[in-house]
């Protein structure tokens, strides 16, 4: 069974980063494609980032194009999404997700507050 398990969030000052992890299992990692979605207090679901099988090609989000960046380890079964240049409304939980498969993991919170 797909298992996604998501690290990396925290609280965090406006202009700051943080690296969201997933680390996956339970399928053939290297033959999908993975997203990054995120849901906002009061806000729906957003499609944030995605990246194909080997990584060749990714799509963002308006809201997120230049600040971040999706990225992927088929040997770790990881992928990644680096957020740079925080802002408050980015607070959200932060999923990652296999949709070809329908898999979702149980979020990782991101707070941006001074």
């Known amino acids: 069974q797909v298992n996604l398990v998501e690290s990396g969030g925290g609280l965090v000052q406006p202009g700051g980063s943080l690296r969201l992890s997933c680390a996956a299992s339970?399928?053939?990692?290297?033959?999908?494609?993975m997203s990054w979605y995120r849901q906002g207090p009061g806000k729906e679901r957003e499609l944030v980032a995605d990246?194909?099988?080997?990584?060749?090609?990714?799509k963002y989000a308006d809201s997120v194009k230049g600040r971040f960046t999706i990225s992927r380890d088929n040997a770790k079964n990881t992928v990644y999404l680096q957020i740079n240049s925080l802002k408050p409304e980015d607070t959200a939980v932060y999923y990652c997700v296999v949709p070809q498969l329908g898999g979702w993991g149980q979020g990782t919170q991101v707070t941006v507050s001074s």
């Open positions: 339970g399928f053939t990692f290297s033959m999908y494609s």
């Open positions: 990246i194909t099988r080997v990584g060749r090609f990714t």
